[in-house]
């Protein structure tokens, strides 16, 4: 809805999935795209919401991802210096969270979700079941309270696939 509104200029991304819209603006000049490695944007962000300003990582050394950064020798390896990733507002999804902002994932949202609400000045979650304080196990709480400031009960949803193959004797 966003892309289609016209309200992202730039996206930075590990994947940005078979979006027709994304994939026309982009193709057009509308929107600026930067590519990142998974688990350098994993980093990035758990490093802003760790106050740590950057920090170097041997992924993407060669390549254009690493067109313009700093590099450096530690050992007999060479890194590139990533600069660490913070947001305005991060908009998360999780499976159950109480009104102090208590927050359970399920499955794959665990990993971005959490280092998203810790990088983010403002933090609204969504969730699919909303319960008392206390109904929650401390042991599952992934994302304390004290990250989210705003709280949504959305309806549950199912994902579609993007693309769908299937194999017959490991072949497409």
């Not at 590139?80 to 009104?99: F, P, S, Y």
């Not at 927050?103 to 810790?118: E, G, I, Q, S």
Request: aromatic share 8%; with cysteine; glycine share 10%.
């Amino acid at each position: 809805m966003l892309l289609r509104n016209k309200q992202i200029r730039k996206m930075l991304s590990s994947y940005v999935g078979e979006n027709k819209e994304f994939e026309r603006q982009y193709l057009s000049g509308e929107l600026e795209v930067e590519l990142c490695p998974q688990g350098t944007l994993a980093e990035r962000l758990r490093a802003g919401g760790a106050g740590i300003p950057a920090f170097y990582t041997p992924t993407g050394l060669g390549t254009l991802v690493a067109e313009g950064k700093e590099t450096r020798a530690f050992g007999s390896r060479t890194y590139v210096l990533e600069q660490a990733l913070r947001a305005d507002v991060a908009l998360i999804k999780a499976w159950r969270g109480d009104r102090y902002g208590n927050l359970v994932y399920r499955k794959t949202a665990r990993n971005f979700n959490p280092v998203m609400a810790a990088a983010a000045d403002l933090t609204i979650a969504e969730v699919e079941e909303l319960v008392d304080p206390g109904m929650l196990d401390p042991d599952h709480i992934v994302t304390p309270g004290i990250y989210v400031d705003r709280i949504v009960l959305g309806p549950a949803y199912i994902k579609p696939i993007e693309s769908k193959f299937l194999s017959s004797g490991g072949r497409p």
